[in-house]
Every structure is written in C-alpha cells, then in structure tokens.
Nanobody, 116 residues
C-alpha cells in the first residue's frame, strides 16, 4: 500500500490550494479515504472523509463550506480542494486509507502554510 500526497505550499489568507493523494496497492473503490492535519504542537485532527464506493462525504466543522473532498476511482486519487484558507489551516496534511478489512494506511504528509 502506498499513499503519496502532493499539492501543498505557501498561500496567502483567502487563497486556495488543491491537495492530491495518489493511492496504490489496494482496492481503492472499496476504501474510505480521509484527510487529516497536524499543526505544530497540536494533535492530529480529522478534516474530511469520503466513501469511495458511493461518494458520501463528511467534514469537520472547522472546514465545512470551505474544503471539498473528492475522488477519482479510475485514477485511484483523492483530492482536497481548500478555498478561503486561513492562517489556522496551516498544518501538515495527511491522507489516510481505511480498507474494507479494517487496516489503516497513512501518507507521508504535505505542508500547507497560510501566511501573508
């Protein structure tokens, strides 16, 4: 199993970024994919999730209305479109796969910095 995040970077407040997570080594369509983030000195927190088989999504209250999670089952990728970014969104963002048998896998993370 391999998860590789990309798309992080430095953006000004109010700006947008699109994160991607390329997945391989498992039955992507039957998994639940999630994005988490971890800011310096804080615990890792859940951001959003998508059930790949039917596209059902869920969001943390702090990002609802600003972030959109989506997936492409043909390309085995999950994306996180982040709009109206705030300094408090600064964190390392991680992709997680929850497989049908209950195993969990994490990517290595990608840094998002929101600063003027």
């Amino acid at each position: 199993v391999q998860l590789v995040e990309s798309g992080g970077g430095l953006v000004q407040p109010g700006g947008s970024l699109r994160l991607s997570c390329a997945a391989s080594g498992f039955a992507f369509s039957w998994s639940i994919m999630s994005w988490y983030r971890q800011a310096p000195g804080k615990e890792r927190e859940w951001v959003a999730a998508i059930v790949n088989i039917d596209g059902t999504t869920n969001y943390a209250a702090s990002v609802k209305g600003r972030f959109t999670i989506s997936r492409d089952n043909a390309k085995n990728t999950v994306n996180l479109q982040m709009n109206n970014l705030k300094p408090e969104d600064t964190a390392v963002y991680f992709c997680k796969a929850l497989l049908k048998r209950g195993d969990e896998y994490w990517g290595q993370g990608t840094q998002v910095t929101v600063s003027s």
